[in-house]
């Protein structure tokens, strides 16, 4: 799918939505269902995602923990 607009859409579909976070529509499906990304707006009989929402939802995920030497010390 090649994008033709200069600017990224208020409402994406499943595949754009899934692209603006970066990750497969179904890993996507799954962050929608255990409620990490936003549901979708119903537009008649269309699902769509708004942009600001996604942006919102992947700010707000954990950021990843860097590794913490004193872990392997306390395995000992």
Do not use: H
């Amino acid at each position: 799918m090649q994008d033709t607009l200069a600017y990224p859409p208020l409402g994406m579909s499943r595949d754009e939505a899934a692209r603006w976070v970066g990750v497969s529509p179904s890993l996507f499906d799954q962050m929608v269902k255990d409620g990490r990304m936003p549901a979708p707006k119903q537009v008649n009989s269309r699902n769509v995602w708004i942009r600001t929402a996604l942006d919102l939802a992947l700010q707000s995920l954990p950021d990843k923990q860097a590794a913490n030497p004193w872990d392997k010390v306390s395995a000992l």
